[in-house]
Each structure stands twice: as structure tokens, then as C-alpha cells.
């Protein structure tokens, strides 16, 4: 059984930083691409940022300069470090992983259970 587990996350004001990570355990196979969502109340989840492989990444546009992904392939375990943080931030925050499991050739995509980030002004 795969699973994405998340930990992190958090209270912290305005200006301040936080960092998430989510490790992929299971029998896998490999993990492609790695990124995370978030959804605040009332709004549609949306991308923060991903990470391929081969550490190519993409970020939403309100979070670049802020915000770093990168990921650990051996560990198979994605991080998000969010700094200057803001109260727009304030969501929960899912961690996302395209993983083939152990025995198979394709991909099926991963959520985690998401964590609370809140921003307090």
C-alpha cells in the first residue's frame, strides 16, 4: 500500500517561515513527478510549486521567491520551505506524488492527508 505522509505545517505570523515535508512509503516502484497543493477556505485547491526527477521545477506565481521545493529521490521525500510567509498562505497545504507501485509500469497519482498552515497578521 503506497501512501504520502506529511508532517510540518503550523501558526506562525506574518513575515515568518515554515517548512513541510511528505515521504512516500510502500512498495514503489518509482516516483515521478512531486509537488504541493493547497486549499483554503471557500477556494478551489491550487498548485504551489512541483518537482520533477531530474529537480526541474515550477511554482505558482504568489509564492515564487518565497517559497523552495526540492526533493530527496533516494528517500523518495519532497519539501516545501515557505518563508515570508503571508496571511493569503493560510491554507491546507497537500502534498501530491505520481508513484508507480512496485510490479507496475504506470503511474497513479498520491495525496496526502494535508496540514493546517495559518499566517496570523
Known amino acids: 500500500q503506497v501512501q504520502l505522509v506529511e508532517s510540518g505545517g503550523g501558526l506562525v505570523q506574518t513575515g515568518g517561515s515554515l517548512s513541510l515535508s511528505c515521504a512516500a512509503s510502500?512498495?514503489?516502484?518509482?516516483?515521478?513527478?512531486m509537488g504541493w497543493y493547497r486549499q483554503a477556505p471557500g477556494k478551489q485547491r491550487e498548485l504551489v510549486a512541483d518537482i520533477t526527477r531530474g529537480a526541474n521545477t515550477n511554482y505558482a506565481d504568489s509564492v515564487k521567491g518565497r517559497f523552495t521545493i526540492s526533493r530527496d529521490n533516494v528517500k523518495n521525500v519532497v519539501y516545501l520551505q515557505m518563508n515570508s510567509l503571508k496571511p493569503e498562505d493560510t491554507a491546507v497545504y497537500y502534498c501530491?506524488?505520481?508513484?508507480?507501485?512496485?510490479?507496475?509500469?504506470?503511474?497513479?497519482?498520491?495525496w496526502g492527508q494535508g496540514t493546517q498552515v495559518t499566517v496570523s497578521s
Open positions: 510502500g512498495s514503489i516502484f518509482r516516483v515521478n513527478i
Open positions: 501530491n506524488a505520481d508513484i508507480a507501485a512496485a510490479g507496475t509500469s504506470w503511474y497513479s497519482k498520491y
